[in-house]
């Protein structure tokens, strides 16, 4: 069964970062497309960061509300997708899940690692 698992997270003040992690030993075979998604407490699930590797190169895209802020990157060598966050703010407080996988990259996730900002 493929598994998706992030770490990182932890309580850091406004306007510090964290770096998400989310490993799999099945990494290489999800690593193509691979997003990030948060949820906060009585919030819609939201999209965070989309990385695509194709024959282009690759593809990073972001919310557009985050952009600037947050950066989605993959080491390759280390089976790691990876979500920097810079500049948090209290509403970036959720928990963050990674997904890989399918036509829209989400046949898979995560268990999630909670993200908690304070101002």
């Known amino acids: 069964q493929v598994q998706l698992v992030e770490s990182g997270g932890g309580s850091v003040q406004a306007g510090g970062s964290l770096r998400l992690s989310c490993a799999s030993s099945?990494?290489?075979?999800?690593?193509?497309?691979m997003k990030w998604f948060r949820q906060a407490p009585g919030k819609e699930r939201e999209w965070v960061a989309t990385?695509?590797?194709?024959?282009?190169?690759?593809?990073?895209s972001y919310a557009d509300s985050l952009k600037g802020r947050f950066t989605i990157s993959q080491d390759n060598a280390k089976n790691t997708l990876y979500l920097q966050m810079n500049s948090l703010k209290p509403d970036d407080t959720a928990m963050y899940y990674c997904?890989?996988?399918?036509?829209?990259?989400?046949?898979?996730w995560g268990q999630g690692t909670q993200v908690t900002v304070s101002s």
């Open positions: 997904t890989a996988a399918g036509p829209s990259c989400t046949d898979y």
């Open positions: 099945e990494y290489t075979a999800l690593r193509n497309c």
């Open positions: 990385i695509r590797t194709g024959v282009i190169g690759v593809i990073r």
